[in-house]
């Protein structure tokens, strides 16, 4: 097994990627004095739901609502990146449209087709 097969694209998107998310866990922990991860997110997201009394510990109630904004920066961030960003194949073209609606219809339909 050789290295370009691990990394089809090559080792900086990878290791520019875990950069950059460890940086912004590293700021959040110096700002907060929070651990950002992503199975607290899912603890303290059930803490809406669930009446259980884990979900209802003060150490998920208080750290829940930045947990999710957390949890929606990750979600905008890859929409941002599928519909921004992301390389197509080649000899396909980057489809570009003018209204998000459709721009989301050639997207899926560009990655299915």
């Known amino acids: 097994m050789s290295i370009e097969s691990l990394f089809p694209n090559g080792v900086l998107p990878y290791l520019a990627g875990g950069i950059c998310i460890g940086l912004a866990v590293s700021l959040i922990f110096v700002f907060t004095g929070q651990v950002a991860g992503m199975s ?24 829940r609502v930045w ?6 920066g990750l979600i905008g961030g890859a929409a941002l ?33």
């Open 40 to 63: 607290s997110v899912f603890s303290s997201s059930w803490s809406w739901l669930s009446r259980k009394a884990y979900f209802q510990q003060p150490r998920l109630l208080e750290s």
């Open 67 to 72: 947990r999710l904004w957390l949890a929606l």
């Open 81 to 113: 990146y599928w519909f921004g960003l992301a390389p197509v194949s080649p000899g396909r073209p980057r489809c570009r449209c003018g209204s998000w609606g459709r721009r989301l219809y050639r997207r899926v339909w560009c990655a299915a087709g």
